[in-house]
């Protein structure tokens, strides 16, 4: 997928979370990212961080060491 | 096998739990206080004789052939309109009342042809049973003189006598067989609510008339088959019973269209349907019916079905038809390889919510044990799937929490983003009745959707809203709710976590959330706001119910839990009257997402990373579960063009024509090497496939269909699949030719599978629902006979959850170069991507998609009515013709998407919301102009389609 859609979405989930207290809005960006996010998705969201994770949201940015490594290759 | 014959108690029965005893000839009988004592007698077994009298219609007393004695009393009652009494000693046959009643029914037969052989009601009509019932011998008035029956009288033209009129395309009336007992007027005003009849003139003249003397078809009404079903005569007849005659067995099923489920009994002759009849146990429905339902099943038999598998190797060559061994080794090869060399996680399934429970856990199962991925994914995703991840956050499970019974508790209904007239029309018949007894309406909708303002119904409060601001507009009747104090707190403090309560309460008290602060960007009227959000709060029982005009948006989670939020605030949870209810849009869409159709759960709503959970279907499946969520529908879309996603087997459903932003849709289709469909016709989907497995009906197959309100219908086989196979075998063949070993041998060994291991379906076997016609989940030991109402004493989740709503405007916004908003919907008589619906005559109801405009809008463009119109997004474009109306606000144009020449999906975006991947099709910024007709992309994808559905036929064997 496109790397600006893969960011919308990011972002779009902490938007969401922007509204609960920071460290559970970390938390729960992570959580949501690694329950519905397939790892290919996953795998495209840490080549982003990899190369600086140019606009991603900054709950996005902190939540990278919660979300889960991908393993497997697709 | 027999024709299931539905006692007729002739009134409705009474709802009060007082009783009282009566004596009819003889015989003592209890029954509720208010109940008639023609309904009474019947419950004691003795039918009085009637007409005008039947029980899904109040009484109405004007056929004089129900008279009875009552001791005591003087003179002879009609027993349909007179009530029981404790201690009443009723006879229903005696002297006076024989010579009465034959003496009235003389009348009646005296202005009634008497072509009783070649009637096609012969068999089934209610005067010929009551002419004998009273053994009426002779007419002595004779048949001559003035009458509705002759075409002429004598020399002179007839002038009471009216043809018959054929223009519905599924019934005739025949005003010369009319008795006007008006059963069919009742039905049409007390049952469908829609009042299209009347009676006309008086005395002698009456006449029954649909609106001012108008033919049916150019009339209101609807066809839902309402005064059908009432006409005791031949004058009201299905077209089909004309022509094919009187069923001899019949066979209760579940409606194959929306998420109402409507119980019907299919009357056959042999293997062939003659009618479809609206089932009166049916607990969803009542005994009504919508034009779907009651009649468009012709699709089953369109010249346009596929019956026999085809292949190709690439989409540009034709079709080639083949015999099922070779479609299913050619598609298990392919498959095989593709795995092979991209990997396990490159092929998928989408699972359909057309089909049944059993057909979508065997494709589920396919990709879980045989495939060995989670890639599997259903239309849910593009329509209520933010109801599942909403719900489940707020009370812990993602389904509607009432049945529709619950609507005849209500007190003030809300009704936000859906249209059920059109969409879900038999529980929209169900909640016009309530209305019409005084319950209040909140409509809250872009669009001023029928239920705004119908015969005796109008909403107390409509609010318009822009499209894209539902948050705002929830959390600010809860800013109204909190703020003004209306909120249960004895419910809150007791059923919801209280300290969460409290941020929320903060956060919905700031001034921002005001409905004078969000005026300027809903558009919705502070005062009017207000109003509607203190009727709610203070007006009794309160329920929402909501369609994908809250789902369908980059917040439409965030909107189902601003929902959840509101129902709780108000304690409008845990009884008959209340609740949230989630409008589903097709006949299996809950069961589809009970089945573990979504590519994160298995079956029952459970996430695949727990291991608790995978070892459950891991031991009975003897493989091993990927613990990693799977691709959703867009996300298969999305990596197809990758090139990572390679082949999908998609049953049932159409997602070219259904899924938005179609040219995206088309270019990840055109990027895999192994597209299968499975399906009734060649849908538009399958211009872009290899593989075209045939699918059998709803009429072909037994399994189960999970309506709207958790209720698990039998689906019964009536007919023997056209195309050799119900489609949970079609699956079977196909995991067997990759290797699998599956045996069933019948969907109902499917269920056990699935009782067995989903525990909210642990008590459900067909012997159950053969038992009790039906449950709802969950249905288990806590709950043997299964749940009406759900978070009755506390919530799934253990206390319910308020969260945090904030509005987010959409990224969608209208500018310069677009500055419309674009919203969609349904309409009553075609049903989704129409691929069923426009194989059938209701197409007469609407052949094409129109794009409602409002005047002030087409003035500015230089738009006429029906004027061809180009509707262009940043995504696409396309043409359709144009309709004036004001139904929608000045800034919003509204259109259909039953049609594949419009192919509005072609405009909307690939937006969606944030949570699910649920996609933002209820708000696109578009541009309309003037147009002279189709656009390029429509004249090059109707070639396109033509191209794609070639086919060479097979030589017949020697």
Redesign the interface.
């Known amino acids: ?1 496109s790397p600006d ?1 893969l960011v ?2 990011a972002n ?2 902490a ?2 979370f ?3 207290p920071h460290d559970e809005g970390v938390a729960g960006v992570a959580d ?1 990212i ?8 996953r795998a495209q969201l840490f080549d982003l961080y990899a190369q600086g994770g140019e606009g991603l949201d900054a709950l996005v940015i902190e939540a990278r060491d919660k979300i889960r490594p991908v393993t ?3 | 096998m027999r024709l299931i014959q539905e006692t007729d108690f002739g009134t409705p029965a009474s709802r009060t739990e007082k009783t009282v005893t009566l004596t009819v000839d003889g015989f003592e009988v209890t029954v509720p206080e208010g109940t008639s004592v023609m309904r009474a007698s019947m419950e004691a077994g003795i039918q009085i004789p009637k007409l005008c009298a039947t029980d899904m219609v109040d009484a109405f007393g004007s056929c004089r052939m129900c008279l009875v004695e009552i001791e005591g009393r003087r003179g002879t009652p009609s027993s349909c309109t007179t009530p029981v009494a404790d201690g009443m000693v009723v006879h229903t046959q005696t002297e006076q009342l024989k010579g009465l009643r034959r003496g009235v029914m003389e009348l009646y037969i005296s202005d009634h042809p008497l072509d009783c052989l070649t009637c096609a009601a012969n068999g089934d009509c209610e005067l010929q049973d009551m002419a004998g019932a009273v053994g009426l011998r002779d007419v002595r008035y004779g048949y001559e003189g003035d009458n509705h029956v002759q075409t002429r009288n004598g020399d002179q033209p007839n002038m009471r006598w009216m043809p018959k009129d054929e223009s519905n395309p599924y019934f005739t009336y025949d005003p010369s067989k009319c008795i006007v007992c008006s059963r069919c007027v009742r039905a049409c005003e007390e049952v469908q609510g829609t009042f299209a009849l009347t009676i006309e003139g008086r005395g002698f003249d009456s006449r029954v008339s649909p609106g001012m003397h108008e033919d049916f078809l150019s009339s209101e009404c609807v066809s839902c088959g309402a005064c059908v079903q009432a006409c005791p005569t031949a004058t009201l007849t299905e077209k089909s019973v004309i022509e094919i005659g009187q069923p001899e067995h019949s066979v209760v099923t579940t409606c194959a269209y929306c998420g109402v489920g409507c119980s019907f009994k299919a009357e056959m002759r042999g293997e062939e349907l003659v009618r479809m009849v609206p089932y009166k146990d049916g607990k969803a429905n009542r005994g009504h019916s919508c034009v779907k339902g009651r009649f468009a099943w012709g699709y089953a038999n369109h010249k346009d079905r596929i019956l026999n598998p085809m292949i190709r190797e690439t989409i540009d060559e034709p079709w080639r038809e083949v015999s099922w061994e070779e479609a299913l080794s050619f598609t298990a090869n392919k498959l095989k390889s593709l795995q092979k060399d991209y990997g396990k996680n490159s092929i998928g399934v989408i699972t359909s919510s057309r089909c049944t429970n059993e057909e979508t856990f065997l494709v589920q199962k396919l990709t879980r044990a045989v495939f060995g991925n989670n890639n599997t994914d259903t239309c849910a995703r593009v329509c209520h799937s933010p109801t599942g991840y909403g719900l489940g956050q707020a009370f812990g499970t993602s389904a509607g929490t009432q049945d529709f019974d619950s609507v005849e508790h209500t007190d003030v209904v809300i009704v936000v983003g859906a249209n059920p007239t059109d969409g879900h029309p038999v529980f929209g018949s169900r909640l016009k009745k309530r209305l019409r007894e005084g319950a209040k309406l909140i409509v809250i909708d872009p669009r001023r959707i029928d239920l705004v303002r119908t015969p005796h119904v109008a909403a107390s409060h409509h609010l318009p809203l822009k499209p894209g601001t539902n948050v705002a507009v929830m959390t600010a009747l809860s800013h109204v709710i909190v703020t003004e104090g209306l909120m249960d707190e004895a419910f809150i403090r007791e059923r919801c976590d209280w300290d969460e309560f409290q941020d929320y309460a903060e956060f919905v008290s700031d001034e921002k959330h005001s409905p004078e602060a969000t005026e300027a960007y809903t558009g919705v009227p502070a005062g009017e706001l207000r109003a509607a959000a203190r009727l709610f709060a203070t007006g009794g029982n309160g329920a929402i119910y909501y369609g994908l005009g809250v789902t369908e948006h980059s917040q439409g989670s965030t909107t189902v839990m601003a929902i959840a939020n509101l129902a709780m605030l108000t304690g409008n949870i845990g009884r008959p009257g209340v609740g949230v209810n989630p409008l589903r849009g097709q006949n299996n869409v809950q069961g589809s997402c009970d089945m573990g159709s979504f590519p994160h759960e298995l079956p029952g709503y459970r996430h695949v990373k727990l291991p608790e959970v995978r070892e459950i279907f891991e031991s009975l499946w003897g493989v091993e579960i990927d613990p990693e969520p799977g691709l959703r529908i867009p996300n298969m879309l999305d990596a197809a063009v990758d090139g990572t996603f390679k082949g999908i087997y998609i049953q049932g459903e159409d997602i070219l024509q259904s899924d938005p932003d179609t040219h995206h849709v088309a270019a990840g289709l055109a990027a895999m090497e192994c597209v299968i469909v499975h399906d009734l016709f060649l849908n538009e989907t399958a211009n872009y496939a290899h593989v075209f497995l045939p699918g059998s009906t709803f009429l072909e197959k037994d399994g189960t269909f999970t309506n709207a309100e958790r209720r698990i219908n039998r689906v019964r086989k009536v007919m023997s699949p056209k195309n050799g196979y119900a489609d949970w075998e079609v699956t079977q063949l196909l995991a067997n030719a990759m290797g699998a070993n599956w045996t069933y041998t019948h969907p109902s060994q499917v269920m056990e599978e699935i009782a067995a291991t989903t525990p909210s379906f642990a008590n459900v076997t067909y012997d159950l629902l053969e038992e009790k016609g039906s449950v709802q989940w969950p249905c288990n030991d806590a709950n043997p006979e299964g749940s009406p109402v759900m978070h009755v004493d506390g919530f799934v989740r253990g206390k319910g959850k308020f969260i945090v709503t904030e509005y987010v405007a959409t990224d969608e916004r209208t500018g310069p170069r677009f500055p419309l908003l674009l919203t969609t919907g349904r309409i009553l008589s075609q049903y989704n991507v129409g691929a069923q619906t426009r194989r059938t005559p209701n197409s007469v109801w609407h052949d094409e998609d129109r794009l409602e405009i409002h005047p002030h809008d087409a003035e500015q463009r230089g738009i006429r009515d029906g004027d061809y119109v180009r509707l262009a997004s940043r995504a696409g474009e396309t043409s359709l013709r144009a309709l004036i109306t004001d139904r929608v606000a000045p800034g919003v144009v509204y259109t259909t998407f039953h049609h594949p020449g419009t192919q509005a999906n072609v405009i909307t975006t690939d937006y969606s919301d944030w949570a699910t991947n649920c996609p933002e099709y209820k708000v696109t910024a578009v541009q309309v102009t003037p147009s002279n007709g189709p656009t390029e992309w429509q004249v090059e994808y109707e070639e396109q389609a033509k191209q794609a559905r070639r086919i060479v036929h097979a030589e017949p064997a020697e």
């Open positions: 997928m859609k919308r979405m779009q989930i938007t969401f922007r509204s609960k949501h690694n329950n519905f996010w397939e790892p290919r998705m497997q290759s697709a």
